[in-house]
């Protein structure tokens, strides 16, 4: 479930959860959001109250939006009166080329390195979306097997009779 649905229902039903896992738990709003009718002050504040363990994957390198903004004070703060456990994780499995996770690691630090050249994959960047597009097309055409994902904290709307991402 995503957060805000399981918070409401989960206190209309006056129930709690055994276990609750939170991957990207640094997408937890930190502040109210009616939009997306959750009407607390911080997510993860709520979800505690409502299990008995949370498992929550977080990274603060992943900070994406105001209404998540997290500090470590502020998760020190919201956990204080928890028993936690920290375990520090180090590997980007999906990657699996140390060159192209210490790239990766440099640039979210703000220091720009040579582009790696990693043997079992293509790794590009690209500073306009369309080329990438159009090359994911093309070899999707040879293959059949490319795809382009990607995510954002909003949905999409209709502008001007367009689809918009």
């Not at 502040?31 to 009718?37: A, G, L, Q």
Request: aromatic share 12%; glycine share 4%; net charge positive.
């Amino acid at each position: 479930m995503k957060p805000t649905p399981f918070i409401n229902a989960y206190r209309k039903a006056g129930k709690r959860a055994d276990v609750v896992l939170i991957d990207e738990g640094h997408l937890l709003l930190t502040t109210p959001d009616p939009y997306n009718k959750f009407r607390g002050h911080n997510q993860l504040a709520d979800i505690l109250q409502l299990a008995r363990v949370v498992v929550l994957v977080f990274d603060f390198h992943q900070l994406v939006k105001l209404k998540s903004f997290w500090t470590p004070a502020l998760l020190k703060r919201v956990t204080r009166d928890y028993a936690v456990t920290h375990y520090h994780l180090t590997e980007q499995m999906r990657v699996g080329d140390a060159a192209v996770n210490d790239w990766i690691d440099h640039f979210v630090r703000g220091k720009m390195l040579p582009l790696p050249h990693p043997q079992h994959f293509d790794f590009q960047v690209f500073s306009d979306g369309q080329p990438m597009y159009d090359l994911i097309q093309r070899r999707d055409a040879e293959t059949g097997l490319s795809r382009m994902i990607a995510t954002a904290d909003y949905p999409f709307t209709v502008l001007d009779g367009k689809t918009w991402y």
